[in-house]
């Protein structure tokens, strides 16, 4: 028999012992006594096995010290993270500056009534600004935080809640993007008044009357110090997205309408930009005012729609560049 667990060879050697005493008993007591004791040695030997395999149960399935602190810690980050939990809320989701926006933030967790929240606002001027939240109330898991606020800046605002805890602030991983609207731009050429960027934007070209356009919204002259060499329209949209601009699908009063370079009937191999004056309320139709297109260096309107265009000329763009705000 080949022996290996020690508790096993604890249980032979009784076995041994047992049956040994057995073999003396049978010299010298009768037939019945014999079976007896043999019985009796036995029984003994099986009661020790049982015991000892009983024993290997029990310290197998009590858990260490350790395997409790690593439960009792895991606990622990699942109570601190129900802790954090929130739920931000924005009403209404874009609207024209001067509108007040409503912010409602839950926060769920132990001591309600001692929690404070605030929102930290990403403005589209690049500056991050935070502001602390009033308390509306709360109940037995559960505290409620209020901040009606107008912005100032046009264009996007990421929004996202914090739990103020002393001097530090803790983010509650939840977050909302709104959007200041700039009311609609007139239409009209008024070329010679504009800062087009002279001695940079070639004159009276498409680059140059947008360049114009920002700078009036902006009330300022210094858009085209963010558009790098090469600045060929088709180079716009990298150009800005690399100073923090974004750009995307969804046309505002205030964007660059980009084309990249051969569009059919929309641009050459320099591509082409346009100023938008005014969007339609579902966001579908678009009216832009330009210059040099489709050629000859004058003024010219267009309306571009989503859906339904009858020719390429009426086709979305390629992308709008928001610029509503000047970045620092």
Same mark, same amino acid.
């Given at each position: 028999?080949?022996?290996?667990?020690?508790?096993?060879?604890?249980?032979?050697?009784?076995?041994?012992?047992?049956?040994?005493?057995?073999?003396?008993?049978?010299?010298?007591?009768?037939?019945?006594?014999?079976?007896?004791?043999?019985?009796?040695?036995?029984?003994?030997?099986?009661?020790?096995?049982?015991?000892?395999?009983?024993?290997?149960?029990?310290?197998?399935?009590?858990?260490?010290?350790?395997?409790?602190?690593?439960?009792?810690?895991?606990?622990?980050?699942?109570?601190?993270?129900?802790?954090?939990?929130?739920?931000?809320?924005?009403?209404?989701?874009?609207?024209?500056?001067?509108?007040?926006?409503?912010?409602?933030?839950?926060?769920?967790?132990?001591?309600?009534?001692?929690?404070?929240?605030?929102?930290?606002?990403?403005?589209?001027?690049?500056?991050?600004?935070?502001?602390?939240?009033?308390?509306?109330?709360?109940?037995?898991?559960?505290?409620? $935080? %209020?901040? /009606?606020? +107008?912005?100032?800046?046009?264009?996007? #605002?990421?929004?996202?809640?914090?739990?103020?805890? *002393?001097?530090?602030?803790?983010?509650?991983?939840?977050?909302?993007?709104?959007?200041?609207?700039?009311?609609?731009?007139?239409?009209?050429?008024?070329?010679?008044?504009?800062?087009?960027?002279?001695?940079?934007?070639?004159?009276?070209?498409?680059?140059?009357?947008?360049?114009?356009?920002?700078?009036?919204?902006?009330?300022?002259?210094?858009?085209?110090?963010?558009?790098?060499?090469?600045?060929?329209?088709?180079?716009?949209?990298?150009?800005?997205?690399?100073?923090?601009?974004?750009?995307?699908?969804?046309?505002?009063?205030?964007?660059?309408?980009?084309?990249?370079?051969?569009?059919?009937?929309?641009?050459?191999?320099?591509?082409?930009?346009? $100023? %938008?004056? /005014?969007? +339609?309320?579902?966001?579908?139709?678009? #009216?832009?005012?330009?210059?040099?297109?489709?050629? *000859?260096?004058?003024?010219?309107?267009?309306?571009?729609?989503?859906?339904?265009?009858?020719?390429?000329?009426?086709?979305?763009?390629?992308?709008?560049?928001?610029?509503?705000?000047?970045?620092?």
């Amino acid at each position: 028999m080949n022996i290996s667990n020690p508790r096993l060879k604890t249980s032979v050697g009784w076995e041994s012992g047992f049956f040994s005493l057995a073999s003396l008993v049978h010299k010298n007591v009768n037939k019945m006594e014999r079976k007896k004791i043999a019985l009796l040695a036995v029984l003994v030997c099986i009661l020790v096995s049982g015991s000892l395999t009983s024993c290997d149960k029990d310290e197998r399935t009590i858990p260490s010290h350790q395997e409790e602190g690593i439960a009792s810690k895991s606990e622990g980050n699942d109570l601190r993270s129900e802790s954090l939990r929130a739920r931000l809320d924005v009403v209404p989701s874009q609207a024209l500056r001067g509108t007040n926006f409503r912010f409602v933030v839950w926060i769920s967790g132990r001591n309600p009534q001692n929690k404070k929240a605030a929102l930290r606002f990403e403005c589209p001027d690049g500056v991050t600004r935070t502001f602390d939240m009033q308390t509306n109330g709360y109940d037995v898991e559960m505290a409620f $935080f %209020v901040l /009606n606020r +107008s912005l100032s800046q046009y264009g996007e #605002y990421r929004v996202s809640a914090y739990e103020k805890v *002393g001097n530090g602030y803790y983010s509650l991983f939840c977050s909302e993007r709104v959007f200041v609207l700039h009311p609609p731009i007139p239409m009209g050429d008024n070329y010679s008044s504009l800062h087009v960027g002279k001695g940079v934007m070639y004159p009276r070209n498409c680059t140059a009357w947008v360049t114009g356009k920002v700078n009036e919204m902006w009330n300022a002259n210094s858009f085209q110090n963010l558009i790098d060499n090469p600045r060929d329209a088709k180079h716009w949209k990298n150009h800005l997205v690399a100073k923090g601009y974004k750009a995307d699908g969804n046309p505002r009063v205030g964007d660059i309408a980009f084309w990249e370079a051969n569009i059919k009937g929309c641009s050459g191999s320099l591509g082409h930009v346009a $100023f %938008v004056n /005014n969007v +339609s309320s579902d966001g579908n139709t678009v #009216y832009i005012t330009e210059y040099n297109f489709p050629s *000859g260096e004058r003024y010219g309107t267009r309306t571009l729609k989503r859906y339904g265009a009858r020719k390429p000329s009426e086709q979305f763009p390629t992308a709008f560049i928001h610029v509503q705000t000047r970045r620092n």
